[in-house]
């Protein structure tokens, strides 16, 4: 199986408009980072160790960039390039646990990079990444959780 498949535009509809139906939506147990140097080869190397510690092997993750082709991305499975980094590069880069539990959001304009769910904050450690600066915002536990709408 490849690392990288790209979505049908049905699934990429689907995911984004869920998105944004939470416009402004801050997720349960998530830290915001300052993005405070472009490092993107670190940046996704740490990111994929992570995603591989809190992933099952076989299990996928959204990968979005806006206004470009979207993939499902399964991280144990071996790849030479990303194609989409997890750092954005002018527009939002998302990677999202298939079941919304865990993921990071890039936001390009802030910049900044939204960390959530307690098994990633813990596996993708902050002061590992030179590219991460201080804490914007934060959020704990939410007690109904996140579910995929639709």
Request: contains cysteine; proline residues 8%.
């Given at each position: 199986?490849?690392?990288?498949q790209?979505?049908?535009?049905?699934?990429?509809?689907?995911?984004?408009?869920?998105?944004a139906?939470?416009?402004?939506?801050?997720p349960?147990?998530?830290r915001t980072?300052?993005?405070?140097?472009?490092?993107?080869?670190?940046s996704?190397r740490?990111?994929?160790?992570?995603?591989?510690?809190c992933m099952?092997?076989?299990?996928r993750?959204?990968?979005?960039?806006?206004q470009?082709?979207?993939?499902?991305?399964?991280?144990h499975?071996?790849?030479d390039?990303w194609?989409?980094?997890?750092l954005?590069d002018?527009?939002?880069?998302?990677?999202?646990?298939?079941?919304?539990?865990?993921g990071t959001?890039?936001?390009p304009?802030?910049p900044s990079?939204?960390?959530?769910?307690?098994?990633?904050?813990?596996?993708l450690?902050?002061?590992?990444l030179s590219?991460l600066?201080?804490?914007?915002?934060?959020?704990?536990?939410?007690?109904n959780?996140?579910?995929?709408?639709?």
């Open positions: 199986m490849a690392a990288w790209e979505m049908s535009d049905e699934e990429e509809r689907a995911i984004w408009e869920s998105i139906d939470r416009s402004g939506w801050l349960p147990d998530s980072y300052e993005i405070v140097l472009w490092d993107k080869a670190e996704n740490r990111a994929l160790e992570a995603f591989r510690s099952p092997s076989g299990g993750m959204y990968a979005l960039d806006w470009h082709p979207c993939y499902w991305f399964y991280p499975e071996p790849f390039d194609l989409i980094s997890v954005p002018g527009d939002f880069h998302h990677f999202l646990s298939e079941d919304l539990t865990l959001l890039g936001h304009w802030e990079l939204c960390v959530f769910g307690r098994r990633l904050l813990q596996a450690d902050p002061s590992q590219c600066g201080r804490i914007l915002r934060e959020r704990g536990p939410d007690p959780g996140l579910t995929p709408k639709g």
